[in-house]
């Protein structure tokens, strides 16, 4: 099976301007999370999105916005970008089965967005 | 609420000897926990995970994990640390609504393995 990828690998942007990120899931999975890595904060959960319903959500501001698609694909939208959006965006699958303690989060490689 | 700490931010070791990753975790109800590796410009890649089976948990590349309820630790290990081991270690433990996916990351493990 095709892991997790991640569209574009790279993307340098100017503040105020906004950005889209997107995440396409290891076939069958249902539910797309993602996470913020930054040298400071860490890896920090943003949202996660089952059957196209954001199920979950972390303590971003509403600039951080995603939506998912039927095929289950995943975009991540950042708006009036600041310096400190600049991070490495993670995006993970997984079949989604709440409930299921099972259920394994596998990751992308990433999308390194640079804000000057 | 969930948290983990991971007791080390950097811990180098020499080609050959034992490796120990340190991780204490809270949870207010039974935990599943993991551990994921980085390596430099790579995504997270899956070490290994316990979700209330054997405490005793075995992982890829030789590595495993004991989980221990009394002193809420989920350590990892490694009888014999490879050059290509030296990565980033990251304890994770599942957190937000019960059954959802929200992972909690520790602040991370650099681990330096020296020749």
């Known amino acids: 099976k095709a892991g997790v990828t991640q569209t574009p690998r790279y993307l340098i942007k100017t503040r105020g301007q906004q950005v889209t990120l997107s995440c396409s899931p290891i076939s069958g999975h249902r539910s797309v999370s993602w996470y913020q890595q930054t040298p400071g904060q860490g890896l920090q959960f943003l949202f996660e999105y089952f059957s196209e319903t954001q199920r979950n959500k972390g303590n971003f501001p509403g600039r951080f916005s995603g939506r998912q698609f039927s095929n289950s694909r995943s975009e991540m939208n950042v708006s009036t970008l600041e310096l400190g959006d600049s991070a490495l965006y993670l995006c993970?699958?997984?079949?989604?089965?709440?409930?299921?303690?099972?259920?394994?989060?596998?990751f992308g490689p990433g999308t390194r967005l640079t804000v000057l | 609420a969930q948290s983990v700490t991971q007791l080390d931010s950097h811990v180098s070791v020499s080609e050959g000897t034992p490796v120990l990753l340190r991780c204490n975790y809270s949870?207010?109800?039974?935990?599943?926990l993991f551990w994921y590796v980085q390596h430099p410009n790579k995504g997270l890649q899956l070490l290994l995970k316990?979700?209330?089976?054997?405490?005793l948990v075995k992982g890829i590349n030789g590595f495993e994990a004991e989980f221990k309820k009394s002193e809420t630790s989920f350590h990892l290990t490694k009888p014999s640390a490879h050059m290509s081991d030296a990565a980033e270690y990251f304890c994770?433990?599942?957190?937000?609504?019960?059954?959802?996916?929200?992972?909690?990351f520790g602040a991370g493990t650099r681990l330096a393995v020296h020749p």
């Open positions: 994770v433990v599942r957190g937000g609504k019960k059954g959802y996916n929200k992972l909690i």
């Open positions: 949870s207010s109800y039974s935990p599943s």
């Open positions: 316990y979700t209330s089976a054997a405490t």
């Open positions: 993970a699958s997984s079949p989604g089965l709440a409930g299921l303690v099972t259920d394994t989060q596998y």
